[in-house]
């Protein structure tokens, strides 16, 4: 496939990524701060957001299994999971981390459960769609052209 029908399908991509609220500004500001000196700073960060919020997914499966569940302890997870998530522009997991935050507040246990399935099904879903965009990113350095910068609007 010629440059510019790559470069094309990553600009359309990247537009609906954003526009269905896969992904926020602050991922183009993360996008901003790659460079030639460091060509995969983005990759590079979203993979260890994805370690680390597998990390935290177990440790919450993990505390709302337990007989009597420390919903402070599920909240400061929760609280580090939307943290990293907000970082890396990944909108939909901050705002399923925003209600499960209410959840425990509540002390709402099958809220709190349903929550981790719809934080779980977003972190999924996110992570396939970053793939993509990666993959992209790479079949258009392959073929000799540059990725598209996106506009901080």
């Given at each position: 496939?010629?440059?510019?029908?790559?470069?094309?399908?990553?600009?359309?991509?990247?537009?609906?990524?954003?526009?269905?609220?896969?992904?926020?500004?602050?991922?183009?500001?993360?996008?901003?701060?790659?460079?030639?000196?460091?060509?995969?700073?983005?990759?590079?960060?979203?993979?260890?957001?994805?370690?680390?919020?597998?990390?935290?997914?177990?440790?919450?499966?993990?505390?709302?299994?337990?007989?009597?569940?420390?919903f402070r302890k599920v909240d400061a997870h929760v609280h580090q999971l939307k943290g990293s998530s907000a970082?890396?522009?990944?909108?939909?997991?901050?705002?399923v981390c925003l209600a499960f935050r209410s959840c425990c507040d509540e002390?709402?246990?099958?809220?709190?459960?349903?929550?981790?399935?719809?934080?779980?099904?977003?972190?999924?879903?996110?992570?396939?769609?970053?793939?993509?965009?990666?993959?992209?990113?790479?079949?258009?350095?392959?073929?000799?052209?540059?990725?598209?910068?996106?506009?901080?609007?």
């Amino acid at each position: 496939m010629e440059v510019s029908r790559l470069q094309r399908r990553y600009v359309d991509f990247t537009s609906a990524l954003y526009h269905e609220g896969f992904l926020d500004a602050q991922f183009t500001e993360l996008q901003h701060l790659q460079d030639e000196n460091n060509p995969n700073f983005v990759s590079e960060v979203v993979s260890l957001f994805f370690e680390d919020s597998e990390r935290l997914l177990n440790e919450l499966s993990r505390t709302l299994d337990q007989q009597i569940v420390d919903f402070r302890k599920v909240d400061a997870h929760v609280h580090q999971l939307k943290g990293s998530s907000a970082s890396i522009g990944a909108q939909r997991v901050k705002n399923v981390c925003l209600a499960f935050r209410s959840c425990c507040d509540e002390n709402n246990l099958e809220g709190c459960l349903g929550c981790l399935q719809q934080v779980r099904q977003e972190c999924y879903l996110v992570k396939n769609k970053l793939d993509a965009l990666f993959r992209l990113e790479q079949q258009i350095l392959a073929a000799g052209g540059a990725v598209p910068i996106m506009s901080k609007d």
